[in-house]
């Protein structure tokens, strides 16, 4: 009886483009998707793998109807403990206040103000910037515009 994550050895019974059959003994068989036969890409299946060869193989799952999926790529190597992501630290934006203390509590409104007021600047810098393209200067498409 096939054991869920268990790595056993089995037997090619058959091969279709699609993945391989896999005898594991006890007359149960398994598939092992063309994804799960190894780490590399694999284009020709029949390049791979031939029918009759012995392999290495991990049950990864088993359905509710009783089909087993394998795995020749997680069979071959030990699954490694995931790495904790660390966090990256961005650029500091030249926009934000570095000086400001956590001691200099602003009321909700005060944040609220000072972020319109910075939000409505640089909305005003982006707008001279499209009308000074519009107006003149370089273009892609045109070259120089006068």
């Not at 998707?33 to 890409?41: A, D, V």
Request: proline fraction near 3%.
């Amino acid at each position: 009886m096939a054991v869920l994550d268990s790595i056993v050895e089995g037997t090619v019974t058959g091969i279709m483009p699609f993945g391989a059959f896999v005898d594991i003994g006890s007359g149960e068989s398994g598939l092992v998707h063309i994804s799960e036969l190894s780490s590399e890409y694999v284009s020709d299946i029949n390049e791979f793998i031939k029918k009759g060869t012995r392999v290495k193989v991990k049950v990864i799952r088993i359905d509710e109807n009783g089909k087993i999926s394998l795995s020749m790529k997680q069979a071959e190597k030990p699954k490694r403990e995931k790495r904790v992501k660390q966090q990256r630290v961005s650029a500091r934006p030249d926009s934000y206040d570095w000086t400001a203390r956590p001691s200099e509590e602003l009321s909700f409104e005060d944040k609220l103000s000072r972020f319109k007021h910075e939000s409505e600047e640089k909305i005003r810098d982006n707008k001279r910037r499209m009308e000074n393209k519009r107006s003149g200067g370089y273009s892609r498409r045109g070259g120089y515009s006068f």
